[in-house]
């Protein structure tokens, strides 16, 4: 007997780390050093460069979308919004979605503008050229493509629905996938505001 009680000790400590361990505690995909840090050079929907540095400090949602995108890009957007509203007041504005438009043809800068503006003034509309956005989307493992026009010349843009979170430092933190509620995504950021705060 005095043997096992050690051994149950132990059990019961690892058991109890286990529960409080990093890989528990997010309700998003944990990607701390699975992938780089935030880095960009965009255009604004003023025309003028964005870069990483426009935000420092801040806790940065990066998303790929289009503002012709029919559900995800709108749902996700408002999903967002809604999740950050949740935050306690001090964390709200320690957050910027960043939306990158992956169809440069058709999100002018006024257009960008007006789509971004409808879902917060933190919400920031970006995009860039073709070849630019191509480097940019496969420096965080994902891409985008264009289906065929139709007779009007409208056409889909294929795309990842996942949102990407970077701490304050811009370091890739978590993967927020399609699924998790306002309510869990706003639990993490919550959880990443007061870890990056302390």
Same mark, same amino acid.
């Given at each position: 007997?005095?043997?096992?009680?050690?051994?149950?000790?132990?059990? %019961? %400590?690892?058991?109890?780390?286990?529960?409080?361990?990093k890989?528990? $505690?997010?309700?998003?995909?944990?990607?701390? #050093?699975?992938?780089?840090?935030?880095?960009? =050079?965009?255009?604004?929907?003023?025309g $003028?460069?964005?870069?990483?540095?426009?935000?420092?400090?801040?806790?940065? *949602?990066? +998303?790929?979308g289009?503002?012709?995108?029919? !559900?995800?890009?709108?749902?996700?957007?408002?999903?967002?919004?809604?999740?950050?509203? =949740?935050?306690?007041?001090? @964390?709200?504005?320690?957050?910027?979605?960043?939306?990158?438009?992956?169809?440069p043809?058709?999100?002018?800068?006024?257009?960008?503008?007006? @789509?971004?503006?409808?879902?917060?003034?933190?919400?920031?509309?970006?995009?860039?050229? /073709?070849?630019?956005?191509?480097?940019?989307?496969?420096r @965080?493992?994902?891409?985008?493509? +264009?289906?065929k026009? !139709?007779?009007?010349? $409208? +056409?889909?843009?294929?795309?990842?629905?996942?949102? +990407?979170?970077? !701490?304050?430092? #811009?370091?890739?933190?978590?993967?927020?996938?399609?699924? *998790?509620?306002?309510? =869990?995504?706003? /639990?993490?950021?919550?959880? *990443?505001?007061?870890?990056?705060?302390?």
């Open positions: 007997m005095s043997r096992i009680l050690p051994l149950l000790t132990v059990f %019961v %400590v690892l058991m109890l780390t286990g529960c409080t361990g890989d528990e $505690n997010w309700h998003g995909k944990d990607i701390s #050093g699975l992938m780089p840090e935030l880095e960009f =050079q965009l255009e604004g929907t003023d $003028n460069t964005v870069t990483p540095a426009d935000s420092r400090g801040t806790i940065r *949602l990066l +998303y790929f289009f503002t012709s995108c029919p !559900d995800v890009c709108p749902t996700t957007l408002t999903d967002l919004r809604r999740s950050v509203g =949740q935050l306690p007041e001090e @964390y709200r504005d320690d957050v910027t979605t960043l939306f990158v438009s992956v169809d043809r058709r999100d002018t800068p006024e257009r960008l503008a007006s @789509y971004v503006d409808f879902f917060g003034d933190r919400v920031v509309g970006m995009t860039a050229e /073709e070849p630019a956005l191509r480097e940019l989307t496969k @965080y493992r994902t891409t985008f493509g +264009y289906d026009p !139709d007779a009007s010349g $409208n +056409y889909n843009v294929s795309h990842s629905s996942a949102v +990407y979170v970077f !701490d304050r430092s #811009g370091n890739a933190r978590l993967l927020l996938r399609p699924g *998790l509620s306002p309510e =869990q995504i706003s /639990e993490d950021l919550a959880q *990443l505001a007061r870890e990056s705060n302390s």
